[in-house]
């Protein structure tokens, strides 16, 4: 892992057991805890894909669990996630993204999981708390360009409160979310099946 960071000055992060199933960049100065996975990137297009809905969606469904929380574990999950190429559209969205999250969390003091317990909350609506809004409006945006980026302009995604493994989420609802769900194994084995030949 020292060898893949060297180069790198940011990296993205993600709690191997979280209800949040969120990255976060962070320097690469620190010791990481045996609790993160480690992406060893720092693109912004990454981000915001390991940040999409269809990535969240992947991990819970693939992950495993502990007590209610999503494990992440990154042979189900990072190495079978089939991702799409980086764009220009998905590295202005990771950018937008993580400077909006950051200066909302710094100026409220929140922590990622405190932030997205306020997203996924449908007791928050986004008149009475902008930042919110704010939030969960850029992640319609990134779910829209990672579809775009996979070909799948022709699903229109209709982002709300909906229930998905026992906890209700800001995200797909539920039939694109199957739809997705199925694309992407399609495309998982495609990948596999052109690798093998």
């Known amino acids: 892992m020292r060898s893949a960071l060297s180069s790198l000055e940011h990296v993205l992060v993600i709690a191997l057991v979280s209800k949040t199933v969120m990255p976060v960049r962070v320097p ?5 805890s045996h609790a993160l996975g480690v992406f060893a990137t720092d693109g912004f297009s990454d981000q915001a894909v390991l940040s999409s809905s269809l990535h969240q969606l992947w991990a ?20 079978t996630f089939p991702r799409p190429n980086p764009s220009a559209s998905l590295d202005a969205l990771g950018r937008c993204l993580d400077n909006a999250r ?12 405190s932030l997205y317990n306020l997203v996924n909350d449908p007791m928050v609506i986004d008149a009475n708390d902008t930042d919110v809004s704010e ?6 945006q990134v779910d829209r360009s990672v579809l775009d980026a996979y070909g799948w302009s022709d699903l ?5 409160f909906h229930e998905f493994r026992k906890m209700t989420r800001w995200t797909l609802d539920p039939a694109t979310r199957v739809e997705v769900l199925d694309r992407l194994l399609e495309e998982n084995q495609r990948r596999s099946a052109f690798q093998r030949a």
Not at 28 to 32: A, E, I, K, L, R
Not at 60 to 79: H, Q
Not at 156 to 160: S, V
């Open 28 to 32: 690469t100065s620190q010791v990481f």
């Open 135 to 140: 939030i969960r409006a850029i992640h319609a």
């Open 156 to 160: 229109a995604p209709k982002q709300g």
């Open 60 to 79: 819970i469904t693939y992950g495993s669990g502990m007590r209610n929380d999503p494990r992440y574990t990154p042979s189900d999950v990072f190495e």
């Open 102 to 113: 950051r200066e909302i969390m710094l100026r409220r003091g929140l922590g990622l999981t």
